[in-house]
């Protein structure tokens, strides 16, 4: 991520890549920007296709907002340039509990390209990214909280920039797949070896993994 120096005259960027069903709750963004009476510097990116991209398009002309750019899908060889060219990346999911046991992998994507994070995704997410000190938590229906979410980060791109070098590596040191295969490997073997020695079966955390994210 650039310094705060060399941000200094650049546009301000947010990304979203919705999911493609309406659980992302692409409108509340929308809201957020309408919202946030944003100068020509401030952006918001939405990366990615779905059933409701044309009708939200439409609503953001006819509200008049400039700042939000509509982009088609890409193949995932390509969304870490999107992210990559963005300030701060945002994950959205309604606010339900089978959610809250929900690991989306853009999520992990942000993290890997050193980049802040939004995250309107309660539970595992959420304790994910706190764990990680990698973002900031917006509740998922409340649009006034997404955006003071946003403005935070503009108004204080040290933090986030602090933030995203967290999660980055946080990805590196506990998220590596030659580190899960490793953990795997061990937890396996320590399974096939307290089974032929007749004892409990082990927990992750007893067979040297993370309980949790293992």
Do not use: W
């Amino acid at each position: 991520m650039e310094s705060v120096a060399e941000n200094a005259n650049k546009p301000f960027v947010t990304v979203v890549i919705p999911t493609r069903n309406e659980a992302g709750r692409i409108e509340d963004r929308l809201d957020s920007v309408m919202r946030q009476d944003y100068s020509p510097d401030r952006f918001e990116v939405l990366v990615g296709d779905g059933p409701r991209k044309r009708d939200l398009a439409a609503r953001a002309g006819r509200d008049g907002l400039t700042n939000v750019v509509f982009v088609d899908a890409v193949p995932k060889a390509e969304v870490a340039d999107y992210i990559n060219a963005s300030d701060v990346c945002t994950a959205t999911l309604m606010n339900i509990e089978h959610y809250k046991m929900y690991y989306p992998n853009k999520v992990f994507d942000y993290m890997c390209c050193a980049r802040p994070i939004i995250l309107a995704i309660d539970g595992v997410a959420r304790e994910l990214v706190e764990e990680a000190g990698a973002g900031l938590f917006a509740e998922s229906e409340r649009p006034q909280a997404f955006r003071q979410a946003i403005e935070a980060m503009r108004k204080d791109p040290e933090r986030a920039r602090q933030m995203g070098e967290s999660g980055r590596r946080f990805v590196e040191a506990h998220y590596d797949r030659r580190c899960l295969a490793a953990r795997c490997e061990r937890l396996l073997e320590a399974v096939a070896r307290r089974r032929d020695s007749g004892g409990p079966d082990l927990t992750a955390a007893q067979a040297g993994g993370r309980s949790r994210n293992a």
